[in-house]
């Protein structure tokens, strides 16, 4: 089934790398849908007024969507795009837009991710950077293990010389209950080979702090 207003992963459709599959599973979003009629219930609300009627359906579709992560590869993305290339300095993409869910409270967390790699004969297609770090985004994740994920994944794909990874992040379960702190952001780093010794280390934090002109 289409649906144009949203467009989600169908989990049993055999996904291969990252196809985007604009179906869904009805089954599925019975399935939840129920679950979350139930919750509307428990938390003292009336899933039969009307504005709370297709409710159940839409935020099974937006969880589907939130979590579509799991139904990709992340390897195969950047297997896909990947050309020989004599090319031996950083090669960065910034300030790329990362839109999680904390495990913990299933609370948003949102940011900027800064990923970097020193190619050892092989170069990625640029777009497939943000596309992996979407795909571990796409999960149940806590910003850790985001980083690593990312990390590794572009390690073991493309054994580069060393890869970098910083995330900068607002926590929605921090700013909307318990310190309740709107202002504070986390920050994540994660790196490997030559990105461990700290001249390479600098000048990529450097070049990730400055701004085109």
Known sequence: ???DDDNIPDRDAGINGYQKIDRYNPELIANLSGHYHEVLKEIGEDPEREGLLKTPERVAKAMLYL???????????LKSAMFK???????IVKD????????????????KA??????NGYV?????????????????????????????CIQETLNPIGVGVVI??????????????QNSVTTTSAFTG????????TEFLNLISSRLS
């Open 114 to 119: 800064h990923v970097a790699y020193i190619p």
């Open 124 to 152: 990625v297609g640029l777009s497939k950077i943000p596309r992996i770090v979407d795909v571990f985004a796409r999960r149940l994740q806590v910003q850790e293990r985001l980083t690593n994920e990312i990390r590794d």
């Open 67 to 77: 979590t579509h992560g799991y139904d990709l590869d992340a390897q195969s993305i």
């Open 168 to 181: 900068e992040c607002r926590h929605l379960c921090m700013s909307m209950r318990g310190v309740q702190k």
């Open 85 to 91: 290339e004599e090319y031996s300095q950083m090669v």
């Open 1 to 3: 089934m289409i649906d």
């Open 96 to 111: 790329i837009e990362v839109y999680s869910m904390c495990e913990h409270h299933m609370l948003p967390f949102f940011g």
């Open 194 to 201: 030559e990105f461990l010794k700290e001249k390479t280390r």
